[in-house]
């Protein structure tokens, strides 16, 4: 795996694939980075240039460009010196910080940065747990490892610190002088924290219950229940209306809990401006076009005035076939230029630029064509790997293929000023999510019935109609170093939706 760009893959609804991506960061030096994403398309999906063009995709496709979640352990909430809440502590320590708008903002800032560090300090947690206990499975007695049981107890222990250590400076925001936005950043992000924690305490149990011993399953499991229920309480005393009810319909829970989510997240998003990508040239390429088509109407009109003389009638019939084929001669050269720089140009560019727009970080180009096999590199044909049977469904005419193409070069001098407030920032989140309603349309019903014979009998079996659309995705690192890999994904779909994604390992 190339180690500037890491890939996470994931359904993010029934419909919609998201790709997240990792771009690696590199201090007041150029990073620059192309991804090339090969969508094969069963020809029976009927996705082709007339059917499905580009502007279609566009609608399908969504991204958002956002710093990539600075990293602490559990621990170091409360005794490191990156800790978001160890600033918001340090801040409100200060003696004028009431009445100082910039100390304002920097509180509000590290009070989201808390609430999204801890979010992405709990997934890391629970991540090495898996890793843990996947050594432990791979043991010979496969017994539970000790190292298991600290992580279990390291959560619970941290979690509690965090939320005592947060709360205790509600009696310094309850305070008259306070402005309202801070005292509601400062109820979003206990709130937020209190849901994150249940949350993650009802994950643990099901970790605990599945994988711990007896004689230590009980013990966590009670402390983990008491967890619970006292964030629980906690939310109902503090009058904050997420609180998950047995038969209720929890709307409002999940409400909050997503508000909430993005709410802290929000801090890490970053300014883009999307515009149309070589506009310029394309007017160049419409002046060109129109030059050589003005040349060859010019050119007849001369000859013939030349030849027959100025109002006559074969110089009028010369100037309406001059000016038809004028109109075609513009155009068809519009369409040869185009082709011809088309490889070289973009759709869209995007500009990334910190929330407030003052600093640029970087660009974003993107292009989306539809290819012939033959342009394809060989090692995505490769990847592909097609057997005899995807050629019988294609009834040998191979696979509609869409090359979508993404460019960022990422450039940021002096972070520190850059990014004031934030621990140090070592990548860009790219997330890609893409809807594949327009695929379904032309899919057969999901579900079908066929018979088979069993002691005499006819006995009718269910069976699932699937389609696969694989995706390949060629990342190449240009600054700093030249690093290509290849990524292959199968998407698994019906007529309902995704059915599944498979990462498909590389041959």
């Known amino acids: ?222 402390a983990l229940s008491e967890l619970t229920a006292r964030e629980t309480k906690y939310r109902k005393t503090r009058g904050y209306e997420s609180i998950l009810t047995e038969g209720g319909d929890n709307e409002t829970y999940l409400y909050r809990a997503s508000i909430l989510k993005k709410y802290a997240s929000s801090v890490l998003f970053l300014n883009t401006d999307v515009q149309p990508d070589g506009k310029y040239w394309k007017h160049l390429i419409l002046s060109f076009a129109a030059g050589i088509a003005m040349i060859f109407a010019t050119a007849v009109a001369f000859y013939f005035q030349y030849q027959y003389g100025n109002f006559t009638l074969p110089v009028f019939i010369a100037l309406v076939i001059g000016y038809m084929f004028k109109d075609r001669i513009k155009e068809l050269s519009r369409v040869i230029f185009d082709q011809r720089l088309e490889k070289y140009l973009f759709d869209r560019r995007t500009v990334i630029r910190t929330q407030d727009g003052q600093h640029r970080l970087g660009v974003l180009r993107e292009k989306v064509r539809f290819i012939d096999e033959r342009d394809v590199p060989l090692s995505v044909i490769r990847a592909r790997n097609r057997d005899h049977i995807t050629d019988l469904s294609n009834e040998g005419r191979g696979e509609s293929i869409i090359c979508y193409t993404k460019e960022i070069e990422l450039h940021i001098k002096n972070q520190a000023e850059v990014l004031r407030g934030f621990p140090e920032i070592s990548g860009v989140n790219d997330i890609f999510r893409f809807d594949v309603r327009h695929f379904l349309n032309k899919m057969a019903e999901p579900v079908q019935e066929r018979l088979i014979i069993r002691d005499g009998n006819l006995m009718p079996q269910l069976c699932h109609k699937v389609y696969h659309v694989n995706l390949i995705s060629r990342y190449k690192t240009v600054h700093p170093g030249i690093n290509k890999e290849n990524r292959h994904l199968r998407l698994i779909l019906n007529q309902k939706g995704i059915r599944r994604i498979e990462e498909v390992p590389a041959l």
């Open 1 to 222: 795996m190339l180690e500037t760009i890491q890939q996470a893959v994931k359904h993010h609804d029934q419909y919609q694939i998201e790709i997240k991506l990792d771009y690696e960061l590199h201090a007041n030096q150029k990073t620059l980075y192309q991804i090339a994403t090969y969508f094969f398309v069963p020809q029976s999906l009927h996705i082709t240039a007339d059917t499905y063009p580009r502007q279609y995709f566009y609608r399908d496709a969504q991204s958002h460009i956002r710093l990539k979640t600075p990293s602490l352990n559990l621990r170091e909430f409360t005794d490191g010196d990156l800790s978001p809440l160890r600033k918001i502590e340090a801040l409100v320590h200060k003696k004028d910080w009431l009445s100082d708008l910039t100390c304002h903002d920097q509180i509000v800032t590290q009070m989201k940065l808390l609430s999204a560090m801890l979010k992405s300090a709990l997934r890391e947690h629970f991540n090495l747990i898996e890793r843990r206990v996947a050594e432990v499975q791979a043991t010979p007695h496969g017994k539970t490892h000790y190292l298991v049981h600290n992580l279990v107890d390291e959560f619970i222990t941290e979690a509690a610190h965090v939320t005592q250590r947060y709360r205790a400076l509600l009696a310094d925001f309850n305070l008259p002088k306070v402005p309202p936005a801070v005292f509601t950043a400062f109820t979003f992000t206990d709130e937020s924290l209190s849901i994150l924690i249940e949350e993650s305490a009802v994950e643990m149990f099901q970790i605990v219950d599945e994988y711990l011993k007896k004689t230590n399953r009980e013990d966590y499991k009670l």
